[in-house]
C-alpha cells in the first residue's frame, strides 16, 4: 500500500475544500470524491486537485442501464483518476460495459474499476428486510465480489471486516478499498460495519477510505498522522 488512506472531501463546495486542504497543510495526501463535491463542482474538481498532486478516488457508485454506464464512463476515463466505482448490484453485464468505456479513452489503463459491494452503512437486517437480499453480509460481499472479478472489476469497496474473505476467494491481487473506517474512539456515525486502520491492515485491505474522524476532527492533521500511525502499528 505506497497510498493507502483516501481522505473523503465530504463537503459542499470547492471554496471549502481547498480552505480545509490549505489550512490543515494535507496538500498531495490521496482523496475520495464524492457524489456532493462532484455534482456541485463537476469535472473541474479533479483537474484542480490534479494541480496539487491529489491522487483520486471518484467514488460516483455509478448503477444504471449497461449502455448509459459505458457512456458515463467514457467521459469519467478521460479525467485519468486513480479509481472510480460501480454498483456491483447493476450486475455482470453493468461491470463489464463500464470497464469497456474505461478502456475506449487513451490513458485510462490506469484508473481501476472497483465494484461497491454492500454498503458500508448496513448490517444483515438491513440486507434482508430493506433489499431482499437472502443470507449474511459475508456471503453477499463475496458473492459480488467474485462476479466483479469474473466481469472485468480490478477490485471491490467493502468493510474491512470482509477483505481477506474476498481476497481468499478473488486473489490476492484483487483490490479491497474499505470505507467505514475509524480512528479508535471515533464515533460511528452512520455507518455499522466500521474497523480501525490496524484492523483493516490486518485484514489485507489494500486502501482505506477516512472521512469524519479526519475532517471533524479538532485537528485534522494530526488525525490524518494518527491514522497513519494506526495503520503501521503492529
Known sequence: MNQPIYLALDFPTWAVTENFLMINQLQGVPVKVGMELFYHEGPSIIEKLKENNHPIFLDLKLHDIPTTVKRAMQNIAS???????????????????????????????????????????????????????????????????????????????????ESTSIKEKCGQDFLTVTPGIRLENSSKDDQKRVATPKFAREQKADYLVIGRSITRAKNPKAAYQQALRELKTK
Open 79 to 161: 479525467l485519468e483518476v486513480d479509481l472510480v466505482n460501480v454498483h456491483a448490484l447493476g450486475g455482470s453485464k453493468m461491470i463489464e460495459y463500464a470497464k469497456e468505456g474505461l478502456l475506449s479513452t487513451n490513458g485510462s489503463k490506469q484508473t481501476k474499476l472497483i465494484a461497491v459491494t454492500i454498503l458500508t452503512s448496513m448490517e444483515q437486517t438491513m440486507m434482508n428486510h430493506d433489499l431482499n437480499i437472502e443470507g449474511n453480509v459475508l456471503e453477499q460481499t463475496g458473492r459480488l465480489a467474485y462476479l466483479s472479478k469474473q466481469h472485468g472489476a480490478d477490485g471491490v469497496v467493502c468493510s474491512a471486516h
